[in-house]
């Protein structure tokens, strides 16, 4: 089955500063990369994702690039601010009826003033 | 904003109660999910369900139970609960109709605290 690995667990940066985490998968199927956002006292909550035909996406501060060769995704978030903090975890999927997610294990950004 | 509600948000008892978690979901979505998540964050699914009748058992292996009699409904159940079953519990649910690409959204969870 799949296995996502996801980098750094904890990850503390100044305001203003860019925040980056990474994940690797093992399935070369897996078509599809979302990002959720976990704040405290709450489920997660999807941010952004990337489909394996595109190798970057961007939403404002937020932008994920993906390396279907070398089997690994990025999250990029610039000019991080106090209410960037929260657990983020990245995912991989085989599109599908039968598609479940696999999650990685967790990135805990901490952004600091 | 998505409509999955989770209760009890936080519930304390003591070992060997019977329990059930409520998980509904107003958005009509065909797809649900369970999942636990440790203090190490991780998130485990320990089962899923693709429709009404249909319940399969995930990647973690649990003592607990579901079912889904309705759409809208996916509770889960612990006959005997042990201090070992003290987690946050996470719902979920997804459906083709929102994208192809298995969006879920997540209900806020509930708390357990087995005594």
């Known amino acids: 089955g799949e296995n996502v690995e996801q980098h750094p667990s904890t990850l503390s940066v100044q305001e203003g500063d860019s925040a980056v985490i990474k994940c690797t998968y093992s399935?070369?199927?897996?078509?599809?990369f979302p990002w959720y956002k976990q704040e405290l006292g709450k489920g997660p909550q999807l941010i952004i994702d990337?489909?394996?035909?595109?190798g970057e996406k961007k939403d404002q501060r937020i932008a994920v690039t993906l390396n279907k060769t070398a089997k690994h995704f990025s999250l990029h978030i610039t000019e991080t601010q106090p209410e960037d903090s929260a657990v983020y975890f990245c995912?991989?999927?085989?599109?599908?009826?039968?598609?479940?997610?696999?999650f990685g294990t967790g990135t805990r950004l901490q952004v600091t003033l | 904003e998505a409509d999955i509600y989770q209760t009890p948000r936080y519930l304390v008892i003591g070992t060997g109660k019977k329990i059930t978690l409520e998980c509904s979901q107003t958005?009509?979505?065909?797809?649900m999910y369970w999942y636990q998540q440790d203090p190490g964050m991780e998130l485990h699914l320990i089962h899923y369900?693709?429709?009404?009748?249909?319940?399969e058992k995930g990647d973690l292996s649990s003592e607990s139970t579901v079912s889904r009699i309705r759409t809208e409904h996916f509770p889960l159940t612990l006959e005997s609960a042990r201090p070992s079953h003290t987690s946050q519990y996470l719902c979920?649910?997804?459906?083709?109709?929102?994208?192809?690409?298995?969006?879920?959204?997540f209900g806020p969870g509930t708390r357990l605290t087995v005594l």
């Open positions: 369900s693709y429709g009404v009748n249909s319940t």
């Open positions: 995912a991989a999927s085989i599109t599908g009826t039968a598609s479940k997610l696999t």
């Open positions: 399935d070369s199927a897996s078509n599809y």
């Open positions: 990337i489909r394996s035909n595109v």
């Open positions: 958005m009509g979505h065909d797809k």
């Open positions: 979920a649910s997804s459906s083709p109709l929102a994208g192809l690409y298995n969006e879920q959204f």
